[in-house]
Structures are given as structure tokens and as C-alpha cells.
């Protein structure tokens, strides 16, 4: 059943990939009224997070940021199904890679390099930048597998069209050592700012206004492998359109536990508080405190 399942949805996505970018995002267009307007997608979580995250704006201000983010996330979904049929020059066309000979320079010296970015533009479209670069040879992502077993292999289909390592977030570590012991250089991409998946959070940091538990395996991982750590900076110049920009990360206080990680938090707070409505505010990224975990570990 699950492979009729998984060639069906297919072939569907298949299909629509195959219409015009610029008919896509008239399909956007009308997938924001109805997501937007009429069922109202995780409305009470944007705007809890908004309202939490981003104090200093104004309620209409707020308000607006808000209707241009779900305008954000419709065209993101019609540009992640287009990524089927899009061709390497479309793509080539439409995402700018500022600096891409500062990473061949960066990894001269042989190391590896840990990849930190958010959930933030078009992350789907961000392995374009494996076009403009090359050393190191080896690049990938870790990423979180989906709860449906057809739609994750789906977008293991769909990320592999860049010949990329797709590295699940269980087996980073193993991989990522094995990797290292092997001499082989590689660059991996890291999208560290969803909420650790664990019963327990540890590690807290301060992150758009309030107290946030973080993912430390990036770091643990680069710091035994020795890696350089670089932020992906990403910007959105019009719509259909990205400009990516690699940052090193100089921590500002390496007495910090994990200073890189709490480094790349403020850089890409930066970043979310100059635009925000590109980042994925309908992530329950705050569903726990610090408060409750603590009531949560006394209660096992």
C-alpha cells in the first residue's frame, strides 16, 4: 500500500512540477487565501511566536509580518515541488552564491566544514551552492526524517538530485566521525534552529527575546572533527529569487559551553529580526520551558 502511496503522490507532484514557475505562484497566490483566510494553518502558533519573539515591533506591524510570511511559506511549497523537473540553469538563475571561492580557500587547509543555517528563505533550494564550489568534494545535510515513511522518502528523492549526502539526524554523529577517520572532507549543512528532539533539554540560550533550548550535536561533531563553522546567510532580493553569503562564525565569548552554536543563534536572530517574515514561525519551537522540563526530569 505505501508504494501505491509513494508513486501516486509521485507522479502527482511529478505532474505539477511540469507547469510554469510563474504559474506556480499564481497556485501560490491562491493557496495563501485559503491557507491564510480560510483555514487559518497554526494562526495561534504564529502569533504567539511573533508576539514573544518580536516585542519591540507593533501589533499591526506584527500583523503584516505575519500575512507576508504565509505568502513566504505558499511560494516556498510550490518552489520545493518544482525542484522535480527544474533545471541546474533555472536554479543557477534564481540563486546567488556571493562567495563561493572563500570556501575553496577556507578548506585548503584540509579540514572539514560544519554548516550552520535556519530555517530561513528557501532552504530546499540551498544545496545550489554545491554548483559553485569545488573542495570540498563531499557535501550534505543532516536532516530530521519525516513521520510518514512516503513522504520523507519523497524528499530524500527530491534533496538527492544534487548528489548530496542526506545524513538522518540519528546517525550524524557515526557518519560524520567515520568521515573524518576516513580523510574525507566534506562540508554539511546544519539547519540547527529547530527545538532539540529529546525528552530532555539541557542546553538553554537566549534567542529572539526568550529563553531557548538548542541542538549542540553541530558543534560536538565539528569540534572532534576539527572543523571550520560558517553561517549561511541568506537573503530574498525579490520573489523566485535568493542570495546566499557564507559568514565565518567568531564566537564572542569562547568561555561559552558551546560558543559557535550561541554565536550562530545571535547571527541568525540578526537575521530574522531584518526580515522577518522568512523564517518558519509555524515551528512549535518554544512548546517547552526550561521551567517545565525541570518538573518533566523530577517527575521521571
Request: aromatic share 14%; glycine share 4%; net charge positive.
Amino acid at each position: 500500500m505505501k508504494k501505491i502511496k509513494y508513486h501516486i503522490i509521485l507522479f502527482l507532484l511529478h505532474a505539477v512540477s511540469l507547469l510554469p514557475l510563474w504559474l506556480l505562484y499564481r497556485l501560490s497566490d491562491f493557496m495563501f487565501i485559503v491557507v491564510f483566510y480560510l483555514i487559518g494553518y497554526r494562526r495561534k502558533t504564529v502569533r504567539q511566536n511573533l508576539a514573544n519573539a518580536l516585542p519591540q515591533r507593533s501589533e499591526t506591524e506584527r500583523k503584516e509580518i505575519e500575512r507576508k510570511f504565509y505568502r513566504h511559506l505558499c511560494d516556498l511549497i510550490v518552489e520545493t515541488i518544482k525542484l522535480f523537473t527544474m533545471s541546474d540553469t533555472a536554479l543557477k538563475q534564481r540563486v546567488e552564491t556571493v562567495n563561493p571561492e572563500w570556501i575553496e580557500e577556507l578548506s585548503q587547509d584540509g579540514k572539514s566544514i560544519i554548516l550552520f543555517m535556519g530555517h530561513y528563505g528557501n532552504w530546499e533550494w540551498v544545496p545550489t551552492i554545491t554548483f559553485h564550489y569545488k573542495r570540498p568534494a563531499l557535501s550534505g545535510q543532516i536532516y530530521r526524517p519525516l513521520h510518514d515513511k512516503v513522504m520523507d522518502k519523497i524528499f530524500l528523492l527530491l534533496r538527492g538530485r544534487f548528489g548530496n549526502l542526506s545524513i538522518p539526524q540519528q546517525q550524524a554523529y557515526r557518519t560524520l566521525i567515520k568521515l573524518h577517520s576516513e580523510g574525507r572532507q566534506n562540508l554539511i549543512a546544519f539547519i540547527a534552529d529547530q527545538r532539540p528532539n529529546t525528552d530532555v533539554l539541557p542546553h538553554w540560550t537566549w534567542f529572539l527575546h526568550q529563553e531557548t533550548a538548542f541542538s549542540t550535536g553541530g558543534e560536538k561533531i565539528g569540534r572532534k572533527t576539527h572543523s571550520h563553522f560558517v553561517y549561511l546567510e541568506v537573503e530574498k532580493p525579490c520573489r523566485g529569487h535568493y542570495k546566499l553569503t557564507f559568514k565565518p562564525i567568531v564566537p564572542q565569548d569562547f568561555q561559552a559551553e558551546y560558543p559557535y552554536t550561541e554565536e550562530f543563534m545571535k547571527m541568525l536572530q540578526a537575521t530574522i529580526e531584518r526580515t522577518p517574515e522568512l523564517w518558519l514561525w509555524s515551528h512549535k519551537r518554544w512548546r517547552f520551558s526550561r521551567e517545565s522540563q525541570q518538573i518533566h526530569r523530577k517527575n521521571k
